[in-house]
């Protein structure tokens, strides 16, 4: 008979288990709210001496406040305790061509403050220090002081390349591509710095509370002044080799005109079909002019006919890029955001979802974006929350 060389699985070490409950503990308090140590026990399966302690190291290290007592059940009131919300503070931005936009929220996901500048006019040499600047107002009005950001997460038309941190896809942000430029830029807000596509963060934001929650495999196709996708898979952001996957603004597709030189010129492809500039035009020869896409599509949608042509027609160009990307990535779900597909509502998004199954075999369920507000600020405060969460709630 052979020996079995099969080794006896590893018993974690008390220290382990007792990280692993803790922030199973924290993880609960942050998506139910106030829970009392009964309640965290029975949703965690620890006994109450166990779930004691556990509420005892937290509360110690400042992790866990208790905030009042149950009313109204048998017995005595019980202690409840929630996330303490001055374990950490991040800021989340969302920077375009003509605006700044910053968030500041605490270890819950609670916002703070938030703070808009206008970026137009702003000199190349002076982006670090006026970016500074807008985090350090909106940090003043949250009533903070300053030092109190864990971390800052940034959101750019763009894609850091993975192996020289170099914005890459950003020609429109001057004052974006300094070879160190998060360097410079922690070292003037006085926190840690990441920069993401900003396309990527509205993906991130529909997964957490969106169009996306519960979806694995899903692609958000943002169409607004830039056109973009972030592709999701296996509920995991996929970057692509060089951080440019999902730059679909270049993508060449029937119907858009081929450039040979799309990295001089920064034009052509997908964007002409789909971009504002190019929903502006398709509106004017529909008799719908206007000085925006988003007016634009307001007066379709209010006008029978032309206006019903017009949609038919933009519907027809989102969906055929649409279709080239279905057919590479499979998705389970399309997610439609931006200026663009807002502004067009119901109405445009079920055209789109109708013409993109006629003309595609993977037949995607198509969802508008659920979110109000700036879906690329909730996502870089999302992703702020997650660094600081894991780095705060990992070193008690």
Wanted: aromatic share 4%; charged share 15%.
């Amino acid at each position: 008979m052979t020996k079995s060389t099969a080794k006896a699985p590893l018993a974690g070490t008390p220290s382990l288990l007792r990280a692993i409950n803790d922030r199973a503990a924290l993880e609960l308090l942050l998506e139910n709210g106030p829970l009392s140590r009964t309640q965290i026990g029975t949703l965690t399966g620890l006994s109450k001496p166990t779930a004691s302690q556990l509420l005892a190291r937290l509360e110690a290290a400042g992790l866990v406040l208790p905030v009042g007592t149950t009313a109204g059940g048998p017995g005595p009131n019980a202690q409840l305790y929630q996330v303490n919300p001055a374990a950490g503070y991040v800021a989340g931005l969302d920077v375009t061509t003509s605006e700044v936009r910053v968030a500041v929220a605490d270890i819950t996901g609670t916002t703070l403050a938030e703070h808009t500048a206008p970026t137009k006019g702003w000199p190349a040499a002076e982006t670090v220090a006026r970016v500074a600047g807008a985090v350090a107002w909106t940090v003043r009005a949250a009533g903070l002081a300053e030092g109190s950001l864990h971390t800052v997460t940034i959101g750019v038309g763009g894609a850091p390349d993975p192996v020289t941190g170099k914005l890459r896809y950003a020609s429109h942000l001057p004052g974006w591509h300094a070879p160190k430029l998060l360097q410079e830029l922690s070292a003037a807000i006085g926190a840690p710095v990441s920069i993401e596509n900003d396309v990527n963060l509205a993906a991130v934001a529909e997964q957490a509370s969106g169009a996306a929650r519960g979806s694995e495999d899903f692609v958000l196709l943002w169409a607004g002044e830039g056109t973009g996708a972030a592709i999701v898979i296996a509920g995991r952001l996929h970057r692509g080799f060089t951080g440019g996957a999902g730059e679909v603004g270049y993508m060449p597709v029937p119907g858009a005109p081929v450039l040979r030189d799309v990295r001089r010129r920064n034009s052509g492809g997908f964007q002409e079909l789909v971009g504002a500039p190019a929903v502006r035009a398709l509106a004017r020869e529909h008799g719908l002019g206007a000085p925006t896409a988003e007016e634009s599509l307001a007066k379709a949608l209010e006008t029978p006919g032309a206006g019903d042509d017009f949609l038919a027609a933009l519907a027809g160009r989102l969906a055929v890029g649409l279709a080239v990307i279905v057919a590479v990535v499979d998705p389970q779900l399309v997610v439609v955001s931006g200026g663009v597909p807002t502004a067009g509502g119901e109405r445009l998004r079920a055209l789109v979802e109708e013409e993109l199954a006629r003309i595609s075999i993977a037949r995607p369920e198509v969802r508008s974006s659920a979110l109000t507000g700036s879906p690329v600020l909730l996502g870089a405060l999302q992703r702020a929350l997650s660094a600081a969460r894991e780095a705060v709630f990992s070193t008690h």
